[in-house]
C-alpha cells in the first residue's frame, strides 16, 4: 500500500471518527420528556424509525445538525448547535421534523441557517434512581449575551447652501429699520429721499444677515449618534466541555463549575443529590 492511499485512509478514518461521535437525541415532549430516540448516523426518513412528526425536544452532542420537515433532508431546514432544546416550538419544528444529519466542521454554513441559541436547559434534577459520576472538565467558555446598541443626541453646526438666494425676513426688518432712519436725516424731499435710500440700503444689507462669504448659512441641529457593543452584562451561560468515561461532552449552564461535573450513566449533567 502506497503512502497516498494511506494517508487517505487514514483521513476517510479521522473523518468517520469524528462524525461518529456527534450525537443527536429527540424527545417526544418539551423538556427532554417522553420517549426518546438517539442517532449518530444520518436519517433520511423519520417514518421508518417510528418517530416521524413526534420530536419536541432534543440534545445536540459535540458537532452541529442539520434537521428538516420535510424528508431526504428537504423542505425548511435548520441548523442546531450542540446543546440542549427543551422547546421545538421555538424554531416552529415541534412535532415536524423528519429528517436529520449531522454537518461536518468544515462545513460552511451561513448564519441564517441556525436555529436560535441553544438555552441552558433548568432540569438537572437526579432522577432518584440514578447513580452519579464525577466527570472532568475539559474547558469552560463565558458566553455573553447579544451586544447592545447605545445611542445619544450630539448638537452639531451645519451649512446651509442658500444658493445666492436673499434673506427674505433679513431684507424685510432692514428695510423698516434704513427706512426709519433715514426719515430722520435732512428735510422737505431731502427727507423723502433719504427715507427712500434708507430703506433700500437697509434692504440690501439686512438680505446678507446669517450669510457668509461663501452663500451659506451656519445652524445648529439635534443629531442621533448609534453604537453597537459588547454586552456589559453577566454571562448568559456558560459553554462547558468535559470527558466521561473516554467521550468529551457538551453543555450549558446556568454557573460556572468548577474541577469536575455531576453526571448520570449516561453522562448527562445531574445536580448533586438533595
Not at 434708507?198 to 444677515?209: D, E, F, M, P, S
Not at 449552564?253 to 448520570?264: D, E, F, H
Amino acid at each position: 500500500m502506497n503512502a497516498i492511499l494511506r494517508n487517505a485512509l487514514a483521513l476517510a478514518g479521522v473523518a468517520f471518527a469524528t462524525q461518529a461521535a456527534a450525537q443527536l437525541t429527540f424527545y417526544e415532549r418539551e423538556g427532554f420528556e417522553g420517549r426518546s430516540f438517539t442517532t449518530r448516523e444520518p436519517i433520511r426518513n423519520f417514518e421508518n424509525r417510528g418517530f416521524n412528526d413526534r420530536a419536541s425536544s432534543v440534545v445536540v452532542l459535540r458537532s452541529p445538525w442539520e434537521v428538516c420537515e420535510d424528508a431526504r433532508f428537504s423542505g425548511r431546514c435548520v441548523v442546531l448547535r450542540p446543546g440542549r432544546y427543551p422547546s421545538l416550538a421555538a424554531m416552529g419544528l415541534n412535532d415536524r421534523v423528519s429528517s436529520a444529519r449531522v454537518l461536518g466542521r468544515n462545513s460552511r454554513i451561513d448564519d441564517s441557517r441556525y436555529a436560535p441559541v441553544p438555552v441552558v436547559a433548568e432540569d438537572y434534577r437526579w432522577r432518584g434512581n440514578e447513580r452519579l459520576y464525577e466527570a472532568s472538565v475539559t474547558s469552560v467558555h463565558a458566553v455573553l449575551g447579544p451586544p447592545e446598541r447605545r445611542c445619544w443626541i450630539e448638537h452639531e453646526q451645519v451649512l446651509d447652501d442658500d444658493r445666492g438666494g436673499a434673506n427674505v425676513p433679513g431684507a424685510i426688518a432692514g428695510a423698516l429699520i434704513g427706512g426709519i432712519l433715514g426719515h430722520q436725516v435732512g428735510g422737505g424731499r431731502g427727507k423723502d429721499l433719504a427715507t427712500a435710500g434708507g430703506a433700500v440700503a437697509g434692504a440690501a444689507v439686512g438680505a446678507n444677515v446669517g450669510r457668509s462669504s461663501g452663500g451659506q448659512q451656519v445652524r445648529t441641529q439635534d443629531v442621533e449618534r448609534c453604537s453597537t457593543v459588547p454586552s456589559q452584562g453577566p454571562p448568559a451561560y456558560w459553554d462547558v466541555t468535559y470527558d466521561f468515561r473516554g467521550e468529551e461532552h457538551r453543555v450549558q449552564l446556568k454557573s460556572r463549575p468548577g474541577a469536575t461535573v455531576t453526571v448520570n450513566q449516561r453522562g448527562e449533567p445531574r445536580e448533586s443529590r438533595p
